[in-house]
């Protein structure tokens, strides 16, 4: 497990972010987002969820961010249908499902087997080959992309919230 972890490790300093000057991030983690290019979906779903107030607060959050890839591999209309003011809930709870209140750095990801989402809702990690997976079928494509209020891990594909009871 120390070998798998160590070989996740590497890869995951291989395709971060990170430029080789440390210095403090200025940007919050919705900026670090746009500013990257390919997460307009996501930045046009945190507008219409009312959330980008919060993920520019002071955190610090760690967002499992949803590339344009990432939600293009929905079903077709599912995205347009979400932006409508009254899938607004719906929308809530899938995004706020890829944020976790603190900040988890990939080194400490990869020792849990849960974590839960701002939304109280758990999301199972685990490893399958060299990588890092969440609920199974949601890949860690880049990780501890540093925002000024937390850390971004990009996944590669949206994780759906369990239903809720009642």
Not at 4 to 25: E, H, N, R, V
Not at 50 to 69: I, N, R, W
Not at 114 to 124: D, E, F, G, R, V
Request: proline residues 4%; without cysteine; glycine residues 8%.
């Amino acid at each position: 497990m120390k070998s798998i972890a160590t070989t996740i490790l590497g890869l995951i300093a291989l395709t971060s972010f990170a430029t080789a000057d440390q210095k403090a991030p200025s940007k919050d983690i919705v900026d670090t987002a746009v500013a990257a290019g390919s997460f307009n979906t996501l930045a046009a779903a945190l507008k219409a969820a009312g959330l980008v107030d919060a993920l520019k607060g002071d955190g610090p959050f760690t967002v499992f961010a949803l590339t344009d890839a990432a939600f293009a591999k929905l079903p077709k209309g599912t995205v347009e249908t979400l932006l409508k003011p009254e899938n607004k809930s719906k929308l809530v709870d899938i995004l706020t499902y890829h944020v976790v209140s603190g900040s988890v750095p990939a080194k400490t990801a990869v020792t849990l087997n849960k974590a839960t989402a701002l939304n109280k809702k758990a999301i199972s990690l685990g490893i399958k080959g060299d990588s890092l997976y969440l609920n199974g079928n949601a890949k860690v494509i880049r990780a501890d992309v540093n925002a000024s209020n937390g850390v971004i891990h990009v996944l590669d594909n949206v994780i759906l919230p369990p239903a809720s009871k009642g």
